[in-house]
């Protein structure tokens, strides 16, 4: 019995030593773009920087916040847009 318990706790451990290195792939990827969104648009040039491949990125994002690289690009380019658009005093047509 302790020698499953044990087993258990391992598997949870390697878990969340995946899991930090996925977080910190996110962290650094969200970092990068909001730092560059207005430029860079595309996974590929993100990955570069990050050093790590686009499956990996993808794989990371998925796992933490449930969505995909290029949709936190479109999602952070429309907040963008939006908050342009609730700041500005030009009319919109």
Same mark, same amino acid.
Do not use: C, W
């Given at each position: 019995?302790?020698? @499953?318990?044990?087993?258990?706790?391992?598997?949870?451990?390697?878990?969340?030593?995946?899991?930090?290195?996925? @977080?910190?792939? /996110?962290?650094?990827?969200?970092?990068?773009?909001?730092?560059?969104?207005?430029?860079?648009?595309? /996974?590929?040039?993100?990955?570069f920087q990050l050093? /790590?491949?686009?499956?990996?990125?993808?794989?990371?994002? @998925?796992?933490?916040?449930?969505?995909?690289?290029?949709?936190?690009?479109?999602?952070?380019?429309?907040?963008?847009?939006?908050?342009?658009? /609730?700041?500005?005093?030009?009319?919109v047509k």
């Open positions: 019995m302790l020698l @499953l318990s044990e087993r258990e706790r391992q598997n949870q451990n390697s878990t969340q030593i995946n899991k930090g290195a996925d @977080l910190e792939n /996110v962290i650094n990827f969200r970092d990068l773009l909001d730092k560059h969104f207005k430029e860079q648009k595309s /996974v590929s040039k993100y990955t050093n /790590v491949t686009q499956k990996r990125l993808s794989s990371a994002t @998925l796992k933490i916040m449930a969505i995909t690289p290029k949709q936190m690009i479109g999602a952070r380019i429309l907040l963008e847009a939006k908050r342009l658009l /609730v700041h500005t005093t030009d009319s």
